[in-house]
């Protein structure tokens, strides 16, 4: 029984996901969830600027973007910060031992998962 | 495999006159020459690594033909040289780092191009071949090169030389190529080997990156369930496809236990069903899920798929029509009943059925769904009426592990 995101309401995700379908369903999942979405973001380089403008509450990463690029820095900036974000790959293996205490959201995944985790984020965060 | 020598090419060579002191020395040389190819044989078939028997095999056919010179070249086809891969008897420095012309101008290079082994007793005089300049500055006399010949391309080649003034004879040629053909099969073989690891490695990469993409598809296909469902005003069609949803979400937990197993063409239920029942719980407002299974079960994918799916309509069947808007709690257990089957049951304490209710009588999706794969695996669903609520149970038949 999800409790129904609650600490997501006016909370601002960063969210970074480079497949555009993927992406739209997190941010209306979020959004639906009351929650304001910066990005969604498909590259590194658009997630660090709006991540430095937007002063995101939390972040939901893919790992591998298009390319064979990944989010490690943006990983890096939001550490660096102290915001706490997850991840969210079809690959696991591919997340560092250095993440190995950040959250993992498997794809594919549902609605109702992602804003499980993410409420899980911002409880702990 | 040039199991034979090709017609040896050989200088022609001054008479030689024969003694008996000379004769049983020839004798005991080749009997030498029979063990240390036995000796080799044996090193080859032990699989010894390929840098161990070089080394041994150049000191081996240094002994044989009684010479202070032996080296293994292999031959780099990019520039078109012969590299010294092992040897005996060179200065420091030599092994591992000479190189020498693989043209047909050398005799290393005429055994490897022609495959005919080279005799050439008189360095200083020869005239077939120019001398090269490792030799000279070794005062080698004479030398003696085979070719080392695996199934496909040449290796390279091995080559005996020595100072002093005695010939190699033919007898020598044959001794030489024998230990040649030895470790030209050893050397294909680890050859194979590799091939074969590389290409393991490569089919894990693979399989690792359609997982991947397997997965990435799966996403968008319930991404785009959950967009088209969160685009639509009728919240009935909204719903519907919201579990349509959640039922490629049951399809491609399968997808990732199969991933993480070693066994692809079997799935062990209770996990995966496990996984299954908390994506739904997750999936469906105001339910909780209780999944209870004591003992791992076995079943083909296939058709632990189709529980699964049997299993998702019920458990969402109940959360929507026993328990209404309220939420409520449903178990679900997965119980032995002997080593080939088990029986599930889906149970919840909502309002009870309507009066006649029966599985294929319904019109629902999701009902008629329960009816066609429970019907397909050959097993019946029982509904049990409870004092509070309903169970809904069937047998299913494992394939359990083969004992090993």
New interface residues.
């Given amino acids: 029984m999800t409790q129904s995101a609650e600490l997501l309401k006016g909370r601002r995700i960063l969210v970074v996901e480079d497949e555009p379908l993927i992406a739209l369903d997190i941010k209306y999942t979020l959004e639906s969830s009351g929650a304001s979405v910066i990005g969604p973001a498909a590259r590194v380089s658009d997630a660090l600027v709006l991540a430095a403008q937007g002063c995101p509450d939390a972040a939901v990463l893919d790992v591998r973007l298009h390319g064979d690029t990944t989010t490690f820095p943006v990983a890096v900036w939001l550490s660096e910060r102290g915001i706490p974000f997850m991840f969210q790959t079809s690959d696991p293996g591919a997340i560092g031992v250095a993440y190995r205490n950040v959250p993992v959201l498997r794809k594919p995944f549902q609605p109702e998962e992602l804003l499980s985790k993410i409420d899980e984020l911002l409880a702990n965060g | 495999m040039s199991s034979e020598p090709s017609a040896p090419v050989v200088e022609p060579a001054p008479d030689a006159r024969p003694s008996v002191e000379g004769t049983a020395a020839k004798i005991a040389a080749r009997e030498r020459q029979q063990e240390i190819l036995a000796e080799l044989g044996v090193l080859a078939l032990r699989g010894t690594p390929l840098p161990e028997l070089l080394d041994e095999t150049t000191r081996l056919a240094a002994e044989g033909l009684e010479s202070e010179f032996c080296k293994i070249l292999e031959y780099l086809p990019d520039v078109n040289r012969l590299i010294m891969r092992a040897g005996v008897g060179w200065p420091e420095g030599t092994v591992g780092q000479a190189t020498l012309g693989a043209d047909l101008e050398s005799p290393s290079g005429y055994a490897l191009r022609t495959g005919k082994p080279v005799i050439s007793n008189q360095l200083e005089n020869e005239e077939r071949f120019r001398t090269p300049e490792l030799l000279a500055a070794n005062n080698i006399r004479r030398a003696i090169n085979v070719i080392l010949q695996g199934d496909g391309k040449p290796y390279g080649v091995l080559e005996v030389d020595s100072t002093s003034e005695q010939d190699f004879s033919e007898k020598d040629i044959a001794f030489l190529q024998g230990s040649a053909n030895i470790i030209g099969m050893a050397i294909e073989r680890q050859r194979r080997e590799i091939n074969l690891q590389s290409a393991l490695e490569y089919q894990q990469v693979l399989v690792?990156e359609i997982?991947?993409?397997?997965?990435?598809s799966?996403?968008?296909?319930?991404?785009?369930l959950?967009?088209r469902a969160?685009s639509q005003e009728d919240p009935a069609v909204s719903q519907i496809l919201s579990e349509t949803?959640?039922r490629?979400?049951a399809i491609?937990r399968a997808h990732?236990r199969l991933y993480r197993s070693s066994d692809v063409k079997r799935l062990e239920l209770s996990a995966y069903l496990s996984e299954v029942c908390r994506?739904l719980?997750?999936?469906i407002?105001?339910?909780?899920v209780s999944f209870e299974a004591p003992s791992p079960a076995y079943m083909t994918t296939d058709r632990a798929i189709q529980v699964a799916i049997l299993l998702t309509e019920l458990v969402t069947n109940a959360a929507k029509h026993a328990y209404a808007k309220g939420?409520g709690r449903v178990w679900v257990s997965l119980k032995p009943i002997d080593r080939n089957s088990v029986s599930l049951s889906i149970r919840d304490e909502g309002v009870g059925l309507p009066a006649g209710f029966k599985v294929d009588g319904f019109r629902g999706l999701g009902m008629r769904l329960v009816s066609i794969l429970s019907e397909q695996m050959g097993a019946e669903i029982q509904i049990e009426r409870l004092p509070q609520g309903t169970e809904f149970s069937m047998v299913a038949h494992l394939d359990p592990e083969p004992d090993n």
């Fill in positions: 690792k997982n991947h993409r397997v997965k990435n799966l996403q968008l296909v319930s991404s785009m959950n967009l969160k949803s959640a490629v979400g491609s990732d994506d719980e997750e999936a407002p105001q339910c909780r939420g």
